[in-house]
Antibody, heavy 117, light 112 residues
Framework: EVQLVESGGDLVQPGGSLRLSCAAS????????MHWVRQAPGKGLVWVSR????????NYADSVKGRFTISRDNAKNTLYLQINNLRAEDTAVYYC??????????WGQGTLVTVSS | QSVLTQPPSASGTPGQRVTISCSGS????????VCWYQQLPGTAPKLLIY???QRPSGVPDRFSGSKSGTSASLAISGLRSEDEADYYC?????????????FGTGTKVTVL
């Protein structure tokens, strides 16, 4: 069974940092592009970042460039998102997704990040 | 990166056909495929359409997608109560400022 399980979400003060994780199982993790997508409470979906299968190519949304870093450890079947200098507008549920928009598209259930003092 | 434009709401009675539009530009829909997601309250999005008009395994053929120029559409035929959800389009945007995916603004479908 394919599973993506996000973790690491927390209540953080503005300016703080977090590292989100997404543990993959049930498929060959090292074969897929992986993505992060976020959704602020009551708002729409926003694509955040993607990384290719071996970690050599990354892309970011303009709104997070310079603060967010996507990475992966194929030996541990885990995707990461390092978030620095957190702002109130980063408050959202963060989803990891396999093969976003493709035939093998699959999403986790998300992890909540709340930025507040 | 820009945002794709969708109507905020759409509605129909059971059995009717509902169509949702998604308007973009030459840098996204005009030159790349479109995908569509359904999101039920409190759940992760589910892919309905990929490559503009392809359905993943398990998605009913009541859902269909099309694309023309810089716009795309999702049609739901034989509307059912369980189709009441938020729907989002998305496409790759080859913006010079930095490529990335862009989502539509979202459409809430209500079954009357």
């Amino acid at each position: 069974e394919v599973q993506l399980v996000e973790s690491g979400g927390d209540l953080v003060q503005p300016g703080g940092s977090l590292r989100l994780s997404c543990a993959a199982s049930g498929f060959t993790f090292s074969s897929y592009w992986m993505h992060w997508v976020r959704q602020a409470p009551g708002k729409g979906l926003v694509w955040v970042s993607r990384i290719n299968s071996d970690g050599s190519v990354t892309n970011y949304a303009d709104s997070v460039k310079g603060r967010f870093t996507i990475s992966r450890d194929n030996a541990k079947n885990t995707l990461y998102l390092q978030i620095n200098n957190l702002r109130a507008e980063d408050t959202a549920v963060y989803y990891c997704a396999r093969d976003f928009g493709g035939k093998d598209d699959f999403w986790g259930q998300g992890t909540l990040v709340t930025v507040s003092s | 990166q820009s945002v794709l434009t969708q109507p905020p709401s759409a509605s129909g009675t059971p059995g009717q056909r509902v169509t949702i539009s998604c308007s973009g530009s030459s840098s996204n829909i005009g030159s790349n495929h479109v995908c569509w997601y359904q999101q039920l309250p409190g759940t992760a999005p589910k892919l309905l359409i990929y490559r503009s008009n392809q359905r993943p395994s398990g998605v009913p053929d009541r859902f269909s997608g099309s694309k023309s120029g810089t716009s795309a559409s999702l049609a739901i035929s034989g509307l059912r109560s369980e189709d009441e959800a938020d729907y989002y389009c998305a496409a790759w945007d080859a913006s010079l400022s930095g490529p990335g995916y862009v989502f539509g603004t979202g459409t809430k479908v209500t079954v009357l």
